[in-house]
């Protein structure tokens, strides 16, 4: 099921975006029975408050937090989908750092933006992780996909990338992915 941040009202909270990607699930086993309805857009519903940004915590903080909790003993096993998912979200977010250092235009940056959110949506329609996996990367993927939507809708505010390079980064401690680092280490 793909999850297109288009049809999220603005703002989007980061607990909604959770909850629907918890809705979704990549997980066979959280796929609904009947598939043909499975086809339509994830949306969230109108009534999702707005964040007051002087109160609410930040994706960034949200992120570490999460992150935390999230960590296995040993990583997870990961799938096709989820390794090319991840390394195609690192080459736009490697992007997305000379944003930060103002090298990239706004189109440029809503460009880099819009491949992590397709990335995800590709990761959210292909893989296959049992349930406790599934749940961990669905928390990484809330805080890639906040961030690559504001990085979209306003393109010259370039805060969001520190906490996806941080979801990022996270990635290989959580999953099984023997040749991260070598794929990673050439993409810059």
Known sequence: MAISTRHFPRPMTLLALCIALAAAGCSERHAPANHSAAAAPVTAQASVAPVDARTAPTPHAHAAHAAAAALPATPWASDAPLRDGMRRMHQAISALEHAEHRHLDAA??????QQVLVAANDMIANCKLPAAPD???HG???TL?????ALRDKP???SPVASMRDAVALYP???EDATWQADTATER
């Open 108 to 113: 440029q940056t809503t460009a880099a933006a």
């Open 140 to 142: 990484l993927l809330a």
């Open 145 to 149: 996909l906040t961030g690559a939507a």
């Open 173 to 175: 401690r959580m999953f």
């Open 156 to 158: 010259d505010d370039t």
């Open 135 to 137: 749940a961990a990367l």
